[in-house]
């Protein structure tokens, strides 16, 4: 039992539907959200070959945008200048429909979410960024954004709509009839859609690995119907946030909370790819001092894949040692589906850092051996 | 030969002073599928001594012993093959209260039977849950 006082759970518009489809259904980030349906194998199994669409309304999608001079010129610029006090990437060289990773960080340099940031398509809308932050820690990054940007943007929560992501080989196929500009976008390229009075946006992102999209609909009929036609596609089948773990695990992908914190910075969570070459020069983002030089002398701990030698799985938490010696830490783990072997990844002393380095794990006392790994452990599926 | 449960949802069926070991339905459709299973060869367990791992997509879960006894078989389909089984992990989901057995344990008080749940007390436990 919690030893807390439980907050009360929000549900997302489409909990009824969860359960229609057996869901079980578990408490995450705030939300009753569905860990699976037909169980986390062939869930996983079914978004590789096929297509699954996952519920992640409980995340945070937003706009941020001008408060004066919203599409006139330089308005790009001005919204871009603004975000960029909070993260290290470079806003304003997206283009019209881009978007890119990136993360938020503290006057120290630790990472205090992971968050794609799209530039608006479309006439009239430069100077209007669509976000999406993690559910868990949103209420916090909005709170950031209200405080830090308030003299030149507005934010708009869009949480209380339905997000939704289609992953998979099949996923252009299946979206097409609903959305024609779907199938032209490339990967992280995303539309903004007018259709009978209503507005959606449609991204080519995801975080299985997979090819496929993520749709922020209208909580209404439309927005529901929609999810509903999805599923009634034949290569389509709900997927829980169960396979959506081992699936991201195996794409090499980082769950925040897990794979990084406010512990961390950038450049040990070997995101250092997220600070183009602009913002580095410029040297003028939140714990630039940390990571200037992490960037510059290597960091004293850094990311790595993991490959367990033998069948235990490592979980979160288990310690890396080399020789008796604790030189890192799994930050997540388990057996991936696909790869149909145990994978993990952690944190490991940098000069141990290098793919195909012996190490052991403690998985309950016993040392069991593993080495570095390369990662992703899959081959992604990226429409490039 | 009577089985018998705890409120941890194991099963324990004994018969001439053995008991074997396993996880109940209602445990494998909490957990998921199962991937990998940890059981000893061997070794001498308290009543609530861990005596096995079951690990599912997810998580780790403990197992936990029923009674206190010596370890005398451990079923070895269930244990991975670099580890001398037969690497059949997924054997708990298809048939835990038969061939997705655990262990035997060579019963060193029957007694503690009785402080266990027969199958109506389970059944009833498990519905109040």
């Known amino acids: 039992m919690a030893d807390t006082e439980p907050q009360a759970l929000k549900r997302t518009p489409l909990y009824d539907l969860h359960v229609d489809l057996g869901a079980r259904i578990v408490p995450f980030a705030g939300y009753e959200m569905p860990v699976q349906f037909e169980g986390v194998k062939a869930e996983h199994l079914w978004t590789r070959t096929h297509a699954g669409l996952f519920d992640v309304s409980h995340m945070g999608p937003c706009f941020l945008f001008l408060k004066e001079g919203l599409g006139e010129a330089g308005a790009h610029e001005k919204i871009s200048a603004a975000l960029e006090r909070l993260v290290p990437s470079d806003i304003a060289a997206l283009k019209p429909g881009q978007g890119r990773l990136t993360v938020l960080l503290n006057q120290e340099g630790g990472i205090l979410d992971d968050l794609i940031v799209t530039r608006m398509p479309g006439e009239g809308l430069d100077g209007m960024l669509y976000i999406v932050v993690n559910g868990a820690v949103k209420q916090e990054d909005w709170a950031l954004f209200e405080q830090e940007l308030s003299d030149v943007a507005m934010l708009q929560r869009a949480d209380d709509r339905i997000l939704v992501a289609l ?3 099949d996923a252009e196929a299946v979206i097409a009839p609903h959305f024609l500009e779907a199938a032209d976008l490339k990967f992280m390229r995303c539309a903004y859609i007018q259709k009978d009075g209503e507005k959606y946006m449609v991204s080519r992102c995801g975080y299985t690995g997979e090819d496929g999209f993520e749709l922020l609909l209208p909580n209404n009929e439309a927005g529901i119907g929609l999810v509903k036609m999805l599923l009634a596609d034949e290569r389509v089948k709900p997927i829980g946030l169960g396979a959506r773990d081992s699936l991201r695990l195996e794409a090499g992908l980082c769950l925040y909370g897990h794979d990084m914190d406010t512990t961390r910075d950038p450049v040990e969570a070997d995101l250092s790819w997220v600070i183009q070459k602009s913002r580095r020069a410029r040297a ?12 510059e002398n290597g960091p004293a701990e850094k990311r ?13 938490g288990t310690e890396i040692h080399l020789n008796g010696e604790r030189v890192g830490v799994i930050t997540s783990g388990g057996v991936g589906p696909s790869v149909e072997r145990p994978i993990a990844m952690g944190y490991v002393r940098a000069d141990l850092a290098e793919a195909g380095t012996s190490l052991d794990l403690m998985v309950r006392g ?11 452990f899959i081959q992604p599926n990226y429409k490039r | 030969m009577t089985t018998y449960y705890t409120e941890d949802h194991e099963w324990i069926r004994v018969e001439d002073g053995i008991g074997t070991v396993g996880i109940t339905k209602y445990a494998t459709d909490q ?4 991937v990998y299973v940890d059981v000893p ?8 001594d861990d005596v096995a791992v079951v ?4 998580a780790a879960s403990d197992v936990y012993a029923p009674v206190s006894g010596d370890l005398v078989e451990r079923n070895n389909a269930l244990v991975a093959e670099d580890e001398g089984g037969e690497g059949k992990p997924e054997t708990v989901n298809e048939d835990p209260t038969g061939a997705g057995w655990f262990c035997k344990i060579k019963l060193s008080d029957t007694g503690e039977l009785d402080g266990l749940m027969d199958e109506a007390a389970y059944k009833e436990f498990c519905e109040g849950l």
């Open chain 2, 55 to 58: 690990e599912s997509t997810k």
């Open chain 1, 284 to 295: 003028d983002f939140s714990g630039a001092e940390r990571i200037m030089s992490a960037l």
């Open chain 2, 41 to 48: 060869e061997d070794g001498t367990f308290a009543k609530g």
């Open chain 1, 366 to 376: 016993k040392a069991r051996p593993a080495e570095v790994a390369t990662l992703p």
């Open chain 1, 167 to 169: 992953q998979g080989p």
């Open chain 1, 304 to 316: 790595v894949g993991i490959q367990p030698l033998q069948s235990a799985p490592a979980r979160e």
């Open chain 2, 31 to 34: 957990l998921g599928d199962v």
